[in-house]
Nanobody, 123 residues
Framework: QVQLVESGGGLVQAGGSLRLSCAASGRTFSSYFMGWFRQAPGKEREFVASIGWSGGFTYYADSVKGRFTISRDNANNTVYLQMNSLKPEDTAAYYC????????????????WGQGTQVTVSS
């Protein structure tokens, strides 16, 4: 099993940047395929980005491609989401997810989830 704790959310103006972090417990972090999802009020949870076990594979939702970058540090059991050129429509709770399977952009394919961190982008 793995436990996930997100951090780095906050309030930022449109055009600004934030970096989210997701710290994972356990000794086998490098075995997990990792993803970021987000959920805005009244909307379904949607895929943002995912990254393979060694970091060589990354995949992004069209809505964030070119603005967001996912990365991982297996030595420190952490996955990151660098968010640049933020827009008001990026406002949501952001969740880190992990699974031993992969790759996937589907929430139901991820077994482990963090509690989420709120990102609010003002116009």
């Amino acid at each position: 099993q793995v436990q996930l704790v997100e951090s780095g959310g906050g309030l930022v103006q449109a055009g600004g940047s934030l970096r989210l972090s997701c710290a994972a417990s356990g000794r086998t972090f490098s075995s997990y395929f990792m993803g970021w999802f987000r959920q805005a009020p009244g909307k379904e949870r949607e895929f943002v980005a995912s990254i393979g076990w060694s970091g060589g594979f990354t995949y992004y939702a069209d809505s964030v491609k070119g603005r967001f970058t996912i990365s991982r540090d297996n030595a420190n059991n952490t996955v990151y989401l660098q968010m640049n050129s933020l827009k008001p429509e990026d406002t949501a709770a952001y969740y880190c997810a992990a699974d031993l399977r992969g790759p996937s952009a589907t929430a139901t394919m991820f077994t482990y989830w963090g509690q989420g961190t709120q990102v609010t982008v003002s116009s």
